[in-house]
């Protein structure tokens, strides 16, 4: 065809009335003359079809036709612009086809009119490209680029695209309305692209790319994959002929509802003030199956796990700062609809801006991704919401610097549950080297739980005024000199959501901490330390502190042992309804180090659990009182070691709960441990449970158990254990109160109680003392497997208090079995019955009343058997005798019995009973022979059998 006659564009010099974005586009129009003298602004000339089929028609002055017949073609252009009020239309034979537009002159194109396709088209002018403001492109999808691709490629279907080395860095700018049909595509990829109109591809892709090489996949659904390579390294010139400040950059709209919008810079930070600047619109709205996805890139996209908890790091090549200073909206657009997205991605992040990712009614709030290798900013007036909607829960946010992480005062993240239901989101805000948090998070639920604030710094300090970082207006990423991070406690206090603290290193709660949001809890995790020198008080929610953290990063962890450790009196846990938790992880992988939890101030709860996990030590200095929850203690948990639990001065236990696992105390969780207990003050509720093993990991060398002197245990229940014969139990303070003790595995046993006392089913390996001021029963056998073992039992009430032990798998060498008044110094009447399942010896028996002895083998006696009547029976098939024989003992009346085994006839056992006086024989049953002496007389031998 024949080149139009040209038009030069005029811009006259009054200003007035136009607006900034006018008087913008006139300045660049004017510099554009100046600069570019042959720039033209007419239909596209000389142009030529040098693949595939189609056929140039100039409708008129105004209009230009091609008319595509085949699925490619490539159009090489002398020129390539159109004029205000003029139209270049591509008539294709598929929404899939695609017309490659190549200029081979020296203009860049500049679009003032009307583009229009029902396919893709493809312009390529390495001379920059310009879609003016007025300018219209409706077409199915477009490629604008500064980039060449090979005709030989491009027909194959091998969309490779590189810069041309003899050209200049040249940019792609968008001052008009590119409209995609849905599922379309706009991509606009040079060194520099620009976005300051409007772009629409809704359910389609937007890209806007800098970068020097460009690979292209479009898919059978219309929709396209790209990758961007060639670091831009020098400055790039805009068609008005000046360097660009961004290599990407949007201060208009972009809509691709259902779809996603991608602003990526394969750029050097050193060269651009920002790789990508987005200080316009970008609405991606979610829709069912479709949820919309905002990325803006600094480099490459790839992202890495950074934390346990999910923050994401970039894992390839990124420079340069990203930066949204206005709206980008990915929130659900319809009831029901996928989650929406947006990352961010850079060496440098700055968020000014609005980040809407709110749900619907049956669709949870979206995922938002913020992550720099160097520097993060959420400064103050940014919002980022993830909230739900409805009865749907929020979203996630999480943020993250390989450095330094700021949340301004005035910055504010919301990720609430929806008004009818639904949970808080979760919220990350990590800086693996410092971390400024001043700003405010909200992620409460009005009908669900709350959700989840985490602070991930190295170290963390909560001091009354926290060190919020307070960037001047140039100073958008400047290094802070802190080496520490300093949280307000006043800014966790007023936390919305769940606060979890995260230091690679230590915390030291500084500052009082009194939580206001009902619910809301706090969990600190530190890689090596956490100090506690002041309260911690939340509004029933749960206290959670571990210390030795593995989830830490191990290289940003200082060597030494994980602790935890209350300070200062009046570093006191307080937290209501909800949970307290200290935990010292047991990870022993260089550089972790556990250590103990020490010195414990005072923790409460009203109904919540108390539960002190550590490898090592736990001792207590203060008041733990789990209301009606439960207390579990857990000492030396993995290692054997000789850790124990100690209760210091001023320590006690207290709880209401009436169940088994009311008190639990566990020391030594490996083989090899040693550790032992030593109790003070301990109550339960009636019937609640003391349970205390020093052989939790099955060991044989567990510790002893012992109780400080003028203390008191008042429980329902004590289940005992050290699993050693060599480790003693000692409970024997006399203001004791249990209701039953139950011994496994232990040496010697000492128990002493206030009151009545049952004795459930025991086993040691030496003897048993018992002391109770009322009457001695028993719930289940007591045995001890050392073969001169003694059960001591002594009562010691002025009424008389009865022993009553008569399990027939009771199994002792020897018994001592009293029965006194409360001073110890005379016999009351207090019955005593006792049963064992073999032979026994009687080392001492005391009561003004019945003695009751039952044994499967012989009785006799090696002390002094005092009471009012005496029944003494074997139960032995081959017979077993009875031989209690002392001068001293005393009874007005013997019953005495060699029976078998079923008790059912007499056996073949000799019977022999001394007494100091005179006795009654009610009976003297045997087979074999009774001797009975009384009164200081010699002993008179009866033959046998004599029934008596």
């Known amino acids: 065809m024949t080149n139009r006659t040209s038009q030069r564009i005029a811009v006259g010099s009054r200003w007035r009335g136009f607006s900034r974005s006018q008087r913008m586009f006139c300045a660049f129009l004017a510099s554009l003359q100046l600069l570019l003298p042959s720039v033209v602004v007419a239909l596209p000339t000389d142009g030529i079809v040098v693949g595939g089929h189609a056929e140039i028609q100039q409708i008129s002055p105004t209009q230009l036709t091609i008319q595509q017949t085949t699925d490619r073609a490539i159009l090489n252009w002398q020129s390539f612009s159109i004029g205000a009020n003029e139209t270049v239309r591509f008539d294709q034979p598929s929404i899939n086809s695609i017309a490659l537009n190549r200029v081979t002159g020296v203009d860049p194109s500049v679009i003032l009119g009307s ?61 008009g309305t590119i409209h995609a049909s849905d599922h379309g595509f706009v991509v606009l990829v040079a060194p520099g692209v620009s976005n300051e109109g409007m772009i629409v591809a809704n359910l389609g892709k937007v890209v806007l790319g800098s970068g020097q090489a460009l690979t292209v996949d479009l898919m059978g659904d219309g929709l396209i994959k790209y990758a961007l390579s060639g670091k831009v390294l020098d400055h790039v010139m805009g068609v008005d002929g000046k360097p660009l400040s961004s290599a990407v950059s949007n201060t208009g709209t972009i809509q691709a509802d259902g779809g996603h919008v991608i602003l990526q810079a394969k750029a050097s930070g050193d060269i651009f003030s920002s790789v990508v600047n987005q200080s316009g619109v970008i609405r991606a709205r979610s829709l069912e199956n479709q949820g919309g996805v905002v990325q803006l890139l ?25 930066v949204n200073t206005d709206r980008i909206d990915v929130a659900a ?23 809407m990712a709110t749900g619907a009614e049956g669709a949870n709030g979206g995922e938002v991704v913020i992550a720099s290798t160097t520097r993060t900013l959420l400064a103050s007036g940014s919002t980022i919401d993830v909230s739900g909607s409805g009865h749907s829960s929020g ?14 005062a005035g910055a504010a993240i919301l990720a609430r549950g929806g008004e009818l239901g639904g949970k808080g989101g979760f919220v990350e805000l990590s800086g693996k080297e410092n971390l400024g948090y001043a700003g405010s998070v909200n992620a409460l639920a009005p009908f669900g739980s709350a959700g989840t604030l985490l602070l991930d710094p190295r170290n963390i300090t909560i001091a009354a005024a926290g060190a919020a970082y307070n960037p001047g207006v140039n100073n958008l990423f400047g290094n802070t000199p802190a080496v520490d991070v300093t949280i307000s406690a006043g800014s966790i206090n007023a936390a919305a959501a769940n606060v979890v603290l995260q230091a690679n290193n230590d915390i030291t709660v500084g500052s009082a901490i009194n939580m206001a949001n009902a619910g809301v809890g706090i969990a600190m995790q530190a890689g090596r330390d956490i100090n506690v020198n002041a309260a911690i008080t939340t509004n029933n929610g749960n206290i959670s502190l571990t210390a030795n953290d593995s989830s830490a990063i191990a290289a940003n962890r200082l060597a030494g042992t994980g602790d935890i450790v209350f300070g200062v009196a009046g570093a006191n846990l307080s937290a209501g309804t909800g949970n307290i938790d200290l935990t010292i992880d047991s990870s022993a992988a260089a550089p972790f180090n556990p250590g103990s939890i020490t010195t414990v101030r005072n923790l409460t709860t009203t109904t919540g659990n108390i539960t002190l996990n550590s490898r090592n030590t736990v001792s207590l200095s203060g008041a733990v009182n789990a209301g009606s929850g439960t207390v579990s203690i857990n000492a030396n948990s993995d290692g054997a070691l000789a850790q124990g639990f100690t209760m210091n001065a001023g320590s006690s236990i207290a709880t209401t709960n009436i169940g088994v696992n009311a008190v639990s105390i566990n020391v030594n969780g490996a083989a090899g441990g040693t550790g032992a207990v030593s109790l003070r003050n301990i109550t339960t509720g009636a019937g609640g449970t003391l349970a205390i093993a020093t052989n939790v990991g099955g060991n044989l060398t567990g510790g002893a158990i012992s109780q400080v002197a003028g203390t008191t245990l008042n429980v329902g229940t004590a289940a005992l254990s050290t699993g050693s014969a060599s480790a003693d139990i000692t409970l024997s303070q006399a203001t004791n109160n249990f209701g039953t003790v139950s011994v496994s595995r232990a040496r010697n046993v000492t128990l002493r109680d206030a009151n009545a006392l049952a004795l459930g ?37 002025n009424a008389g208090a009865l022993i009553t032990l008569t399990n027939p798998n009771n199994n002792f060498a020897n018994i001592n079995l009293n029965a006194r008044n409360a001073a110890n110094t005379a016999n009351t009447a207090g019955a005593i019955a006792y049963r064992d399942l073999n032979g026994v010896n009687a080392a001492q028996i005391r009561t003004a009343s019945t003695v009751d002895l039952t044994a499967g083998g012989a009785i006799t006696d090696s ?49 022999a009973y001394r007494d100091t006086n005179g006795f009654d024989v009610a009976a003297a049953r045997t087979l074999n022979t009774v001797t009975l002496t009384g009164g200081g007389r010699s002993p008179i031998p009866a033959r046998s059998p004599v029934p008596l």
């Open 115 to 175: 583009l229009q396709a029902n396919g893709r088209i493809f312009l390529l002018n390495p001379n920059g490209i310009l879609f003016g403001v007025g300018a219209q492109i409706n077409v199915g999808g477009l490629l604008a680029t500064t980039l060449q691709i090979r005709d030989d490629d491009f027909m194959a279907g091998r969309f490779l695209f590189a810069q041309d080395p003899l050209k200049g860095l040249k940019s792609v700018v968008n001052q």
């Open 298 to 322: 600094g480099g490459d996209e790839t992202l890495v796990a950074a934390t346990e908890a999910g923050a994401m790091r970039p894992a390839g090549d990124v420079s340069g700062a990203v």
């Open 333 to 355: 657009g319809e009831p029901n609809a996928a989650r929406g997205s947006v990352t961010m991605v850079g060496a440098r992040v700055g968020q000014f801006g609005s980040i």
């Open 395 to 408: 979203g996630q946010l999480r943020v993250w610097s390989d450095q330094d992480t700021f949340f301004d």
């Open 761 to 797: 089913p025991s086993t040691i390996f030496g003897n048993m003392a018992v002391t109770a001021g009322d009457s001695v029963t028993q719930t289940g056998a007591l045995s001890s497997t050392g073969g001169a073992s003694t059960l001591t039992v002594t009562t010691l009430n």
């Open 863 to 911: 002390g002094t058997l005092v009471g009012s009547t005496l029944t003494a029976r074997t139960l032995n098939n081959a017979g077993a005798a009875i031989t209690l024989d002392t001068a001293t003992n005393d009874f007005a009346t013997i019953n005495l019995q060699s029976r078998n085994a079923a008790d059912t006839a007499d056996a073949n056992g000799a019977i």
